[in-house]
């Protein structure tokens, strides 16, 4: 009965989509509905969509980050973080991020160094050759590496790295 009541909900999307192609509601409403059904490939269009026709809609976010969730934890946790931008109190957006931050949290030290490898942020950090050289001496010095973090954007780059996994502490 729900599958087919879906069925017929993504018939009322596309209809509504047919009648008004810039409205973004429609699109994020199908897009559950595609979710509920494990279409995650439709789904992720469908929230795309939303989000470019309005940048602003929260929801959008919050089921494009519930589909990438399930084999992408760390590009679902980033787009929490991006609703939470537009939302700071947003109760899912925060549950998700602590969700997604478990998830990774959970994998081998080397399966997570893996993931963070393929985060443009993460690549951003290490390609970097003034964070090249602040590692290399905080590998060697624990004085250097104390000094280095109290500078607020090395030490939020490099608290990046330590929780990808990329990185650790002993």
């Known amino acids: 009965?729900?599958?087919?009541?879906?069925?017929?909900?993504?018939?009322?999307?596309?209809?509504?989509?047919?009648?008004?192609?810039?409205?973004?509601?429609?699109y994020s409403n199908r897009a559950a509905c595609y979710t509920k059904l494990m279409?995650?490939?439709?789904?992720?269009?469908?929230?795309?969509?939303?989000?470019?026709?309005?940048?602003?809609?929260?929801?959008?976010?919050?089921?494009?980050?519930a589909v990438l969730k399930i084999d992408k934890p760390q590009e679902?946790?980033?787009v929490y973080?991006?609703?939470l931008e537009i939302d700071p109190n947003n109760a899912e957006a925060k549950q998700g991020i602590h969700h997604c931050s478990q998830s990774l949290r959970n994998?081998?030290?080397?399966?997570?160094?893996?993931l963070a490898m393929n985060d443009p942020?993460?690549?951003q950090i290490l390609q970097d050759p003034s964070?090249?050289?602040?590692?290399?001496?905080?590998?060697?010095?624990?004085?250097?590496?104390?000094?280095h973090l109290k500078n607020a954007d090395v030490r939020d780059k490099f608290?990046?790295?330590?929780?990808?996994?990329?990185?650790?502490?002993?």
């Open 81 to 83: 973080e991006k609703a």
């Open 39 to 65: 279409e995650f490939g439709l789904a992720m269009q469908d929230c795309d969509k939303c989000i470019e026709l309005n940048p602003m809609f929260v929801k959008g976010y919050l089921r494009k980050a």
């Open 1 to 26: 009965k729900q599958w087919y009541q879906r069925r017929v909900a993504i018939t009322a999307g596309n209809e509504a989509i047919k009648r008004n192609p810039t409205d973004h509601v429609p």
């Open 159 to 170: 608290m990046k790295l330590v929780e990808s996994g990329v990185v650790q502490v002993r």
């Open 121 to 123: 942020e993460i690549q």
């Open 107 to 114: 994998l081998k030290p080397e399966d997570r160094a893996k």
């Open 131 to 147: 964070m090249q050289v602040i590692l290399e001496q905080m590998q060697k010095d624990p004085a250097a590496a104390q000094e």
């Open 76 to 78: 679902a946790k980033a």
